[in-house]
């Protein structure tokens, strides 16, 4: 069973920087894409940022030229890098692994990141 570990959200002022990680346990980390999630108070979880085993990364729109994914297959880590951080941005972040749209791992608890000043 595949179980993750979120960490490095926290209280930011716009205009600046967050990186997350994630631990991942589990055989399949090194073949299976892996993605950062969030959900916003009163909305659902969306994707964020999604990177395969090989290292071919999608963003949606709204992140695009901020945040970066990347991936270390031997830590079984994958963090997000998020930059220009805006009040928007306030929501828990998540990873997990699998299919971007039908994700395999259980759910952490996730890390909040509030953008505010």
């Known amino acids: 069973q595949v179980q993750l570990v979120e960490s490095g959200g926290g209280l930011v002022q716009p205009g600046g920087s967050l990186r997350l990680s994630c631990a991942v346990s589990g055989s399949i980390f090194s073949i299976y894409p892996t993605g950062w999630y969030r959900r916003a108070p009163g909305k659902q979880r969306e994707l964020v940022a999604g990177?395969?085993?090989?290292?071919?990364?999608r963003y949606t729109d709204f992140v695009k030229g901020r945040f970066t994914i990347s991936r270390d297959n031997a830590k079984k880590m994958v963090y997000l890098q998020m930059n220009s951080l805006k009040p928007e941005d306030t929501a828990v972040y998540y990873c997990?692994?699998?299919?971007?749209?039908?994700?395999?791992?259980?759910w952490g608890q996730g890390t909040q990141v509030t953008v505010s000043s």
């Open positions: 990177i395969t085993s090989g290292g071919s990364t």
């Open positions: 997990n692994i699998g299919p971007y749209y039908a994700p395999e791992g259980t």
